[in-house]
C-alpha cells in the first residue's frame, strides 16, 4: 500500500538546490531536489553508516549528490551508489508539484 501525502507548504525550490524535510509520524529524514527543472524526493541520510550524515548539506552536481562526511556519491533519480564508501543505495519517493504544493508518495 502506498502512502501519497501532502507537505507543509514550503518556499520554492530553485534549480540546483536540496531540501531536507521530516516526516515526523514516520521518524524518516528525506530530501528533495530540483534538477533541470524537475523533482527528485530521496533518503536524506547517507548510507555508509556510522554517525548520521544529512545528504541535503552535501554538494550537488547535475543529478549526483555527494555525501559531505565521506564522500559517497549517489544519482538522485535512482538512489544509485556511484561511489563508495556507501554500498546500499538511497530510496526514492515520487515528489509531485501542483499549483506550488507539494506531494510525496513513499
Not at 509531485?96 to 510525496?104: F, K, R, S, V, Y
Amino acid at each position: 500500500m502506498t502512502d501519497v501525502r501532502a507537505l507543509e507548504p514550503l518556499a520554492p525550490i530553485a534549480d540546483g538546490v536540496v531540501i531536507p524535510y521530516y516526516l515526523g509520524d514516520r521518524k524518516l529524514r528525506i530530501a528533495i531536489a530540483r534538477v533541470g527543472g524537475r523533482l527528485y524526493s530521496f533518503d536524506d541520510l547517507c548510507t555508509c553508516g556510522g554517525d548520521p550524515c544529512p545528504l541535503s548539506s552535501g554538494l550537488l552536481v547535475e543529478h549526483t549528490i555527494m555525501c559531505q562526511c565521506h564522500g559517497s556519491r549517489f544519482d538522485v533519480a535512482t538512489g544509485a551508489v556511484l561511489n563508495g564508501p556507501a554500498s546500499r543505495p538511497l530510496s526514492t519517493y515520487e515528489v509531485q508539484e501542483l499549483d506550488g504544493n507539494l506531494a510525496i508518495r513513499l
